[in-house]
T-cell receptor, first 108, second 114 residues
Framework: RKEVEQDPGPFNVPEGATVAFNCTYS??????FFWYRQDCRKEPKLLMS???SGNEDGRFTAQLNRASQYISLLIRDSKLSDSATYLC?????????FGKGTRLHILP | DAGVIQSPRHEVTEMGQEVTLRCKPI?????LFWYRQTMMRGLELLIY????????DSGMPEDRFSAKMPNASFSTLKIQPSEPRDSAVYFC????????????FGDGTRLSIL
């Protein structure tokens, strides 16, 4: 099965800054995409779905680039509570692959 | 509204023992997924069910692993015999029908095989 790749980080970012990370996927037949957030020793939780036209939820913006086969997540005005691991998810219809996650540390 | 419920939360057992993990999906969800998470390999899909039927179990690492879903509200993942390398966090997740439906995860079972 094709892979989903993420920069593992960690990204150390000062509070209030903007941070962005990408996730690349290799299967062009991938159908749907999501960003999940996972806190230490907790379960993954849905952050947002990623739509073809791009979508925004408060300080979070997700983008999909099918031509280059990547999705991105942008966090504006970062908060200490944004510190977590961010997992991208690719649903290929017949299988689901999670990226290994990008660790984000927001520094006070 | 209850989320996905997994039990036990933690299990420590000796190698060679049978381990059974349990999951109750969210009511009304048609799809159920079993994952394993380790530091080295990340979150891996083991098997998933649609309407109680196993659709793809190609992620199951070996014949020692088996999963069942006897009804819409209950699933088990069994390891027999267990080995130390099976130590991981095992998550169950459920979703509605359709590829655009996000998955909702249980709290996971932390399994340690000594």
């Amino acid at each position: 099965r094709k892979e989903v790749e993420q920069d593992p980080g960690p990204f150390n970012v000062p509070e209030g800054a903007t941070v962005a990370f990408n996730c690349t996927y290799s299967n062009s037949a991938s159908q749907s995409f999501f960003w999940y957030r996972q806190d230490c020793r907790k379960e993954p939780k849905l952050l947002m779905s990623v739509y073809s036209s791009g979508n925004e939820d408060g300080r979070f913006t997700a983008q999909l680039n099918r031509a280059s086969q990547y999705i991105s997540l942008l966090i504006r005005d970062s908060k200490l509570s944004d510190s977590a691991t961010y997992l991208c998810v690719v649903n290929m219809g017949s299988w689901i692959i999670f990226g290994k996650g990008t660790r984000l540390h927001i520094l006070p | 509204d209850a989320g996905v419920i997994q039990s036990p939360r933690h299990e420590v057992t000796e190698m060679g023992q049978e381990v059974t993990l349990r999951c109750k999906p969210i009511s009304g969800h048609n799809s159920l997924f079993w994952y394993r998470q380790t530091m080295m390999r990340g979150l891996e899909l083991l098997i998933y069910f649609n309407n109680n039927v196993p659709i793809d179990d190609s992620g199951m690492p070996e014949d020692r692993f088996s999963a069942k879903m006897p009804n819409a509200s209950f699933s088990t993942l069994k390891i027999q015999p267990s080995e130390p390398r099976d130590s991981a966090v095992y998550f169950c997740a459920s979703s509605g029908t359709g590829n655009n439906q996000p998955q909702h995860f249980g709290d996971g079972t932390r399994l340690s095989i000594l």
